[in-house]
């Protein structure tokens, strides 16, 4: 029976470590982070995770700055605030909730950011950063968790053969630079993968992340594997991931339970981000 990967009780004690982190600045008389959150419209699950997120913020000592836009609004009004959010010395951090409105290309938005307060870590030059392997910049939250979590349980990925099922830009792709710049072999699938289970069944680590309920099933999972499950559906009511949790967890090593794994985590890796980028800013005033 596979050991769950406790991203609730992980996300706990990294959070406890950032707020104290946090004191030592503001009492020295700094002023707290900030992270200003950009919801557009009101898409039911957006709400949720921007709500989440602000909590978070709050309970660690980070400001959360709320700009609630309507589902109309046009882009280039979009676009104006981040600029303003850009110039505001008092805005260490940036994250504008996706996904947005149709009208709204998504890529301007995330390239009108500026890098150093990127605490998505999705603008080019911080993706570029990260194929370069660069300190300087910022991780994708959601893979930065990932290796959280995985470091926290003295998982290596040096040297193991690992699948990422998934080549989207938010978690797929930066996941997949991520671990090969920590040395492991990286099998990236996607959609047009033509023999999924071939690639699943070499993995020492299985890593989901398509959306797809219950698409990793017990045969396509190496005994003693390493499954993380980032996808997130909701069927009949109830909160599933990629993974067939319940006969997978029979043959897994360590799996991630979906809610409780990598939500947790992500919401984590936006926590340091956005205090890495306030150490950044505090440190070229000073």
Known sequence: M???LDGREVSRIYRE????EIEKYTSKGFRK????VVLVGDDPASVVYVNNKRKACQKVGIESIFHHLSEDTEEE???QLVKELNEDPKVDGILVQLPLPKHINPQRVIETIRPDKDVDGFHPENMGKLIANLDSGF??????GIKILLDH???DVKGKDITVVGAGYIVGKPLSVLLLNNNATVTVCHIYTRDLKKHT???DILISATGVPHLIKEDMVKDGAVVIDVGISKVNGKIVGDVDFERVKTKASYITPVPGGVGPMTITALLLNTFKAYKLHIESVC
């Open 139 to 144: 991780i994708p939250c959601t893979p930065l």
């Open 2 to 4: 596979a050991t769950i």
């Open 17 to 20: 470590r950032l707020k104290e």
């Open 201 to 203: 069944l070499n993995a």
């Open 153 to 155: 349980y003295g998982i």
């Open 77 to 79: 009004k979009l676009l």
């Open 33 to 36: 982070p900030s992270l200003a």
